[in-house]
């Protein structure tokens, strides 16, 4: 079981950046692949970031992330704080949305699954995120 608590949302002009964090319980935070939802009024939810359990080193892992926030968005994680973050920057009007933290016990390296909101078994309540024009 893990539960995961999201921080860091809040209100921000357009240009201006944030960083979500996503605290993690439980000894075996490194076994989970990481992941950042969004979700806006009337829409779903869809995918912004993830990264493998190990995140990015020497032995491998990888990131990805959607196409509308590639070059703006950063995923890393603190396996050691049991923590993942998104950092957030040239914020947009179209970023305003809640944001959701998943994990998925998944040591694999098809990355590109974990962009697949089904796959997650573990979600947090989210954090708003607002981006004034």
């Known amino acids: 079981q893990v539960q995961l608590v999201e921080s860091g949302g809040g209100l921000v002009q357009a240009g201006g950046s944030l960083r979500l964090s996503c605290a993690a319980s439980?000894?075996?935070?490194?076994?989970?692949?990481m992941g950042w939802f969004r979700q806006a009024p009337g829409k779903e939810r869809e995918f912004v970031a993830a990264?493998?359990?190990?995140?990015?080193?020497?032995?491998?892992?990888?990131?990805r992330y959607a196409d509308s926030v590639k070059g703006r968005f950063t995923i890393s994680r603190d396996n050691a704080k049991n923590t993942v973050y998104l950092q957030m920057t040239s914020l947009k009007p179209e970023d305003t949305a809640v944001y959701y933290c998943?994990?998925?016990?998944?040591?694999?390296?098809?990355?590109?699954?974990?962009?697949?909101?089904?796959?997650?078994?573990?979600w947090g309540q989210g954090t708003q995120v607002t981006v004034s024009s």
């Open positions: 998943a994990a998925v016990r998944y040591s694999g390296t098809v990355y590109d699954i974990l962009t697949r909101r089904v796959i997650y078994d573990y």
């Open positions: 990264i493998s359990q190990s995140g990015i080193s020497q032995s491998g892992g990888s990131t």
């Open positions: 439980g000894r075996t935070f490194s076994s989970y692949a």
